[in-house]
T-cell receptor
Framework: DAMVIQNPRYQVTQFGKPVTLSCSQT?????MYWYQQKSSQAPKLLFH???????NEADTPDNFQSRRPNTFFCFLDIRSPGLGDAAMYLC????????????FGQGTRLTVV | GQNIDQPTEMTATEGAIVQINCTYQ??????LFWYQQHAGEAPTFLSY????GLEEKGRFSSFLSRSKGYSYLLLKELQMKDSASYLC????????????FGAGTTVTVRA
């Protein structure tokens, strides 16, 4: 059973049209991460939540926002997608209490047209 | 800040052994993770080390030395399906448990 679920798997959006990607987890992990990954590159951290504390990377564009309404859900909002935002977006979770894993969802591949 | 280094590429023959090294310099340390990623797919968790020593899981083993800021992933009895990118990541409790990645090592297994 999938433990970190991202929806949708594939998303096509128009240039400049706001889009939201979602991530849910059944692991009760208290840390959640959003990464952007472009072809042949390593995942680039956009931001992460440690419980409710939001941590934004210094080089994450203002165009990218996130919400975490509860432990299990986290959203990535792209306010005005540009062609350069086309990428795979990965959600991951980890726990600071006992668990030794950090899992990724299957990712959402975003296309901007 | 974080600095995580691993080789860019490695090539090995089917049935052989390959060792992928990872060195790190982070403000804090709360575990080192290894992931496998095939092209177009999400990373798959392979191993986690937080204490010094070797963790073995079937054909894959991972080693950690915290004093040296060093880890390696050992892949034994290589199979063609092991051709993938291998990512080293470090979790830093001094930065709210940020999980940072190295650039990844592309392993190509040849017949």
């Amino acid at each position: 059973d999938a433990m970190v679920i991202q929806n949708p798997r594939y998303q096509v959006t128009q240039f400049g049209k706001p889009v939201t990607l979602s991530c849910s987890q059944t692991l009760n992990h208290n840390v959640m991460y959003w990464y952007q990954q472009k072809s042949s590159q390593a995942p680039k951290l956009l931001f992460h939540y440690y419980d409710k504390d939001f941590n934004n990377e210094a080089d994450t564009p203002d165009n990218f926002q996130s919400r975490r309404p509860n432990t299990f859900f986290c959203f990535l909002d792209i306010r005005s997608p540009g062609l350069g935002d086309a990428a795979m977006y990965l959600c991951a979770t980890s726990s600071t209490r006992g668990s030794t894993e950090a899992f990724f969802g299957q990712g959402t591949r975003l296309t901007v047209v | 800040g974080q600095n995580i280094d691993q080789p860019t590429e490695m090539t090995a023959t089917e049935g052989a052994i390959v060792q992928i090294n990872c060195t790190y310099q982070t403000s804090g340390f709360n575990g080192l993770f290894w992931y496998q990623q095939h092209a177009g797919e999400a990373p798959t968790f392979l191993s986690y080390n937080v204490l010094d020593g070797l963790e073995e899981k079937g054909r894959f083993s991972s080693f950690l030395s915290r004093s040296k800021g060093y880890s390696y992933l050992l892949l034994k009895e290589l199979q063609m399906k092991d051709s993938a990118s291998y990512l080293c990541a470090v979790r830093d409790p001094s930065d709210d448990y940020k999980l940072s990645f190295g650039a990844g090592t592309t392993v190509t297994v040849r017949a």
